[in-house]
């Protein structure tokens, strides 16, 4: 199969032609950066105390931020809980959010954005068709809408995509997703906002996939890794629940990781497990986590409960919830956080893990001009989908071969050992075939030739 490259010089010519992307209004927190293998809101460690936030679920989707009274009356709630942070699984790309991220920094709370939607998403059966250029028009334009909100903290390019041994062979393109999403926000001259991934509670495969996510040339590793993890269910322990042995197996892991959803219904909740999560237990390997979830939908893990009428109705573990919150202090300093950070090897292929290498598919050629010219408006929670391909009538609408290795332009956000080795494949990708690329090249050089002769 044939071998692409043309990504990062795409990149790296149009940021210096772009025009600004379209960008919410700023709302103003001070951003949080990635250092080592932990969070930072300037020169302090941030841990995420949060909540999973969508009212109405996957049955009822509807944008929780893109309407005042629904947001002002959930952040009324979230500041009496006491946390920092939201997740939210889906927005509606074609609406403002100007008001409600306000309000959500205002109330000092940051946002943790899926950027698919069950339109526009990765099908685990058929990664190689739904990874196509609709499907990232749609993903770029949510990151033109967000990276301009200071409390936007991280975007995840996938949620829960491998779920069991059999889907691992969609790996690739997960983090191809995260490459392009990274190498968008470069590329577009954005705040380049962490990405990475949110993986399933799979016990088989949840050690290789970080690993397969922080492997590689830096330009296509993650900046993050988090899961989804219900082993801890009340009454239990720090050694009986298992958080020990996972601590312990992600010990030397170089990026930040946190619990993008937490919070067992097997029994009475009483979060025992906030103590843990926010002690020298856990902080030298996690960043906090996020709890499963703000409203009572059909799985009944909701703390609150929405009436028809929009009237909120605390559930008793809100209240434990906040208690726990309010007498558990982060651990003081760094809470002794990897400050070198760095790569993990790649897993190796197996009976739980069928991926050999680090290739990744190549980015499909109608995509290209995304970076150059920005992604456009997005289509909302209406539009007609990209799962079953970007149309026949898209020509290099799907990805073909496989991408050259530093197939991405962002370095990862951590200090990492290898932090220069994407500017030097940057550089290297110039020389990649491209229909406009040595035009553009050429004029650059010729221009300043010319005016280097000037000052002869």
Known sequence: MKTINTLAALAVVSSAFAAPSKQGKRAELTP?????????????RFYMRGVDYQP?????????????????????????????????????????????????????????????????????????????????????????????????????????????DTTTPAAPYVKAVTRDMRSYLAARGHRQIPVGYS??????????????????????????FAFNDYSWCDPSSFTTSGWDQKVKNF??????????????????REWNEIASLYSTDMTAVYSGGLVYEYSEEDNKYGLVVIGSDGKITEKDDFGVLKAKFAATPNASGDGGYNATG??????????????????????????????????????????????????EDVEGGQSEGIAASGSGLASSSSNSTNSSSSSDKGAAAILAPSSFLPMVVGTIVCSFTLFGAALL
């Open 32 to 44: 949080i950066t990635v250092k080592g293998n932990a969070f930072f809101q300037g020169n302090n």
């Open 56 to 164: 109405g679920g996957s049955s009822k989707l509807v944008d929780p931020i893109a309407d005042v009274e629904t947001c002002t009356r959930d952040i009324a709630k979230f500041k009496e809980l006491g946390i920092n942070t939201i997740r939210i699984y889906t927005v509606d790309n074609s609406a403002n959010h100007d008001k409600c991220m306000q309000l959500l920094a205002d109330a000092g709370i940051y946002l943790v954005l899926d950027v698919n939607t069950p339109k526009y998403s990765l099908r685990r059966d058929k990664p190689l068709i739904s990874y196509n250029s609709k499907y990232l028009q749609n993903i770029f334009a949510t990151i033109d809408s967000f990276s301009g909100y200071t409390n936007t903290l991280a975007y995840f390019s996938g949620n829960e995509v491998i779920n069991d």
């Open 199 to 224: 993986a399933a509670d799979v016990n088989s495969n949840r050690l290789e996939m970080a690993q397969y996510m922080n492997c590689g040339t830096d330009d296509e590793r993650s900046d993050f």
């Open 251 to 268: 010990t030397n892991y170089g990026l930040p990781l946190f619990l993008s959803e937490f919070g067992c219904i097997t029994n009475t």
């Open 342 to 391: 760095g790569a993990s090897g790649c897993p190796a292929k197996s009976a739980t893990w069928d991926v050999d290498g680090d290739s990744l598919p190549a980015l499909p050629k109608a995509a290209e001009a995304y970076f150059k010219n920005g992604a456009g408006a997005g289509v909302g929670l209406t539009g007609t989908g990209s799962q079953d391909g970007a149309g």
